[in-house]
Nanobody, 121 residues
Framework: QVQLVESGGGLVQPGGSLRLSCAAS????????IGWFRQAPGKEREGVAC????????AYADSVKGRFTISRDNAVNTVYLQMNSLKPEDTAVYYC??????????????WGQGTQVTVSS
């Protein structure tokens, strides 16, 4: 059974940093791409970043390029999202997702429960 558990969210001041983690289990992690998505109240879900299964290829939404970095550690079945220079508009519930597909910010089959990120002074 595919399971994804996000952690690392919280309250941070504008300009601050957070690192989100997505711990995976129940599938062959090495073969799956992982995506990070977010959804703010009253807004549609937005793709943030993704990382491929094999060659480490990554992609980012324009809104986070240069501020967020996605990485994966296949030894511990975990993907990270390092978020720097956070802005109030980054406030959202952040989800990780996985599928047997190339890195992309489209549809994924399996989703975690999400972790809240709030950027506010």
């Amino acid at each position: 059974q595919v399971q994804l558990v996000e952690s690392g969210g919280g309250l941070v001041q504008p300009g601050g940093s957070l690192r989100l983690s997505c711990a995976a289990s129940g599938f062959s992690f090495d073969y799956y791409a992982i995506g990070w998505f977010r959804q703010a109240p009253g807004k549609e879900r937005e793709g943030v970043a993704c990382i491929s299964s094999s060659d480490g290829n990554t992609a980012y939404a324009d809104s986070v390029k240069g501020r967020f970095t996605i990485s994966r550690d296949n030894a511990v079945n975990t993907v990270y999202l390092q978020m720097n220079s956070l802005k109030p508009e980054d406030t959202a519930v952040y989800y990780c997702a996985t599928d047997l597909r190339p890195c992309g910010l489209g549809e994924y089959t399996h989703w975690g429960q999400g972790t809240q990120v709030t950027v506010s002074s």
